[in-house]
């Protein structure tokens, strides 16, 4: 019997669908499939998957894979399989964290231990970093290389987030896991006040005309927004026609008190300290709990709510903005994949990155093509794929677990690239935090915040005259 080849929808109990491949399968053999259970069968079975491309050096060789984010089951069985497929090679799976490499993802801290770990013993070979400033801030310490030589040039093509790989002239990292944002919310919230869960707010009118029916003051609100956070604030500066910097790539300016940008935090204070629909801090546990009903939230938490809570009819959607023909921006982030300078076997380690990358490892990676892994086991952080094509997929729209995590794909944008941007991070950060303390006030608090964050950019042209030679 000629069939296509088949693929789970990456959930115990879904349907299968063909993935537009075909082969000849026996009946005796797809029956063995079928009563195997779906999902279960390993991809050498089914003749489902990638073939792993040859690393071209027959002789026996190794390097290390550092992982500094999530996701480690699955990365222990993609190595799994591209070791099966290329037997002269060794992959040694290290997570970073049980190296004593606990700085947040993107720190400077963290860029510093792990060049200092590469350079001390050589034991870094591919690292998966976090992706919006990592990459970035290894290539201004020197301490990874350029990945067009080996062709990352071309496999950077189909991936998402150009601007957070390619630099100077190079590609310094490709996009493994991309991480989108947008409005998470509870239908059955919205149904139990009489709004209609298919119709969210998409501008600001709308969410605090929302917010004034499903606050129930002192313990119950309407949306919560993080407030030390200028990552997910930024979201929204762009998507009210505004910046905060002079260009993306090594800013020279800071243009914090612009118009577009003090009506997003004054929008933002007025929600806390006007409108009443807003708290004043993080509140853990915020949606499970039925603190909020609404919040600006990573795509990659909605399976977790949803697996969790089915009850609450949970949902993920644009933002909203301040006009609904406004464009949905998200900044980019996820996970990247670095090659290090003191790498041993750069050649065969840039043939995995790129295998990784490839969009049938990619469609494993986000379960979509199954290897035996469950949503349970390896978690949703990371789930999302880095390529392009898969992330386009219809799965994304019609899976009832992930449904939602794709909606602002088209609108993502590069935040700002510096050596600097850490700190000029936590200033706005922290005059955020103590605007909704209110011990200042948007314009005075952004003024200084702006004073601050010019300090440190210009100081940091000062100290790195060559490295800023190379935005020009």
Known sequence: MKVAGL???????????????????????????????????????????????????????????????????????????????????????????????????GSSEEVAALVVRATAGGAIDIAKVEASRTPFGLWAKKGILGLNKYGGDKAAASLLNTQLMQFAGNTWGL????????????????????????????????????????????????????????????????????????????????????????????????????????????????????????????????????????????????????????????????????????????????EYMKWLVSEEVQRIHALITPVGLTMEQVGSIGIFPGHKKVASDPYWDTNPLVKGMNNCVSGIKVLPMSPAWPEVNTVLSQMNVDLMAKTTNVPDGLADAQRQAQALLDDDQRQNKDLYATAK
């Open 7 to 105: 693929r789970e929808r990456g959930w115990s109990g879904a349907p299968l669908r063909p993935t537009g491949e075909s082969g000849h399968v026996s009946r005796r053999e797809m029956v063995r499939r079928t009563v195997a259970g779906a999902g279960m069968v390993g991809l050498a079975a089914c003749g489902v998957g990638p073939a792993a491309p040859d690393t071209k050096a027959k002789a026996p060789v190794k390097f290390s894979f550092w992982n500094a984010r999530a996701f480690g089951l699955m990365e222990e069985k993609l190595i799994s399989m591209y070791q099966e497929k290329n037997p002269n090679v060794t992959i040694e799976y290290v997570e970073a964290a049980k190296q004593g490499i606990t700085a947040p993802g």
């Open 175 to 350: 996009t493994y896991e991309a991480s989108v944002r947008g409005l998470t919310y509870g239908g059955a919230a919205f149904k139990a006040v009489g709004l209609d869960p298919d119709k969210p707010p998409q501008t600001w009118s709308q969410v605090v005309e929302y917010g004034q029916r499903l606050t129930k003051a002192p313990d119950k609100f309407a949306y919560m927004f993080p407030i030390n956070n200028l990552v997910k604030t930024l979201d929204q500066v762009w998507m009210n026609g505004g910046d905060i910097v002079d260009r993306t790539y090594l800013p020279t300016k800071v243009a914090f008190t612009a118009p577009k940008v003090q009506e997003v935090y004054q929008f933002q204070y007025d929600l806390v300290h006007r409108y009443g629909i807003s708290p004043d801090k993080s509140i853990s546990n915020a949606a499970l709990s039925g603190a909020v009903a609404m919040s600006y939230d990573d795509a990659s938490n909605i399976p977790t709510l949803r697996a969790r809570q089915p009850e609450g009819d949970w949902r993920m959607t644009k933002m909203f903005r301040q006009k609904a023909e406004n464009s949905c921006h998200s900044g980019a982030a996820g996970s990247s994949l670095v090659l290090f300078g003191t790498s041993q076997a750069p050649e065969a380690a840039a």
